[in-house]
């Protein structure tokens, strides 16, 4: 807990499952919004088979889209935007985090997402969260040049660039081990948020602390603080 209680000047929150936690609904609409992206784009396969290559493409690569570009040659950009205009809130309630987690936080913080600026802002806005998070403070895709953070250290370098910091004092925490990989590497603080499953950390030297979920995490922190 020191790095975190003592150490960290920014925060760096991942968003989609690790503000919010998926449903399995949720996620079945993600890949169903995969498969309409790809017919809108003009892969002209049979629905059910889209569905298929963006199950299997996001269990291997950790995005559905890497398919898509890899036999279809589709582009980002173009992905990027259809696919997000195909996904709908409405099967996300709430978010975990509250804007009185986010403006209590005692540590600067900023969000890093492989989502588009136009999702981020629309949940942000149904979560009522949009009031405490300063626009220049999102990261999404297309801010860090649409490289992914499981497969670069770009968008972290990036991110720590624009807001002027270092990464040995910044805590990244993300739902996905594959992007934490990355975040240790270059030297940061990894904090895996679980979701409540089952997690080995033993299996996984990447992941320093984990929680069951951000509010957690930072109570754990005040708590740290307290005591010193
Ligand atoms: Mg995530």
């Known amino acids: 807990m020191k790095a975190l209680a003592q150490d ?9 499952g690790t503000f919010y936690r998926f449903t399995e609904a949720f996620e079945r609409h993600c890949i169903e919004a ?3 992206a790809a017919q809108r784009l003009g892969v002209s ?12 493409s996001h269990i291997k690569h950790g995005t559905s889209f890497a398919v898509f570009r890899d036999r279809f040659g ?15 809130p409405h099967l ?9 987690h986010l403006a209590a936080c005692p ?7 492989h989502s588009n600026r136009y999702w981020i802002f629309k949940m942000l806005r149904k979560f009522g969260l949009d009031a405490v998070t300063p626009e220049d403070r ?3 895709l297309e801010d860090v040049r649409y490289h992914y953070k499981m497969t670069s250290d770009s ?48 299996q996984h030297p990447e992941v320093d602390l984990y929680f069951d979920d951000v509010p957690t995490m930072l109570e754990r922190l005040k708590a740290a603080r307290a005591t010193g």
């Open 155 to 202: 968008p972290y370098r990036q991110v720590l660039d624009r807001l002027g910091a270092r990464a040995d004092r910044t805590v990244m925490v993300e739902d996905s081990v594959r992007n934490l990989s990355t975040a240790k590497k270059l030297g940061m603080t990894t904090v895996y948020v679980t979701q409540g499953y089952s997690f080995d950390p033993v």
């Open 92 to 100: 996300i309630e709430s978010s975990q985090v509250t804007a009185a």
């Open 107 to 113: 540590v600067p913080w900023a969000l890093l997402s």
């Open 8 to 16: 960290a000047e920014l925060f760096l929150f991942d968003f989609d």
């Open 138 to 140: 999102v990261f999404a």
């Open 34 to 36: 995969t498969a309409r």
């Open 45 to 56: 396969l049979p629905f059910s088979e889209l569905i298929t290559l963006g199950q299997e």
């Open 74 to 88: 589709l582009k980002i950009e173009d992905w990027h935007e259809v696919y997000h205009q195909e996904l709908e």
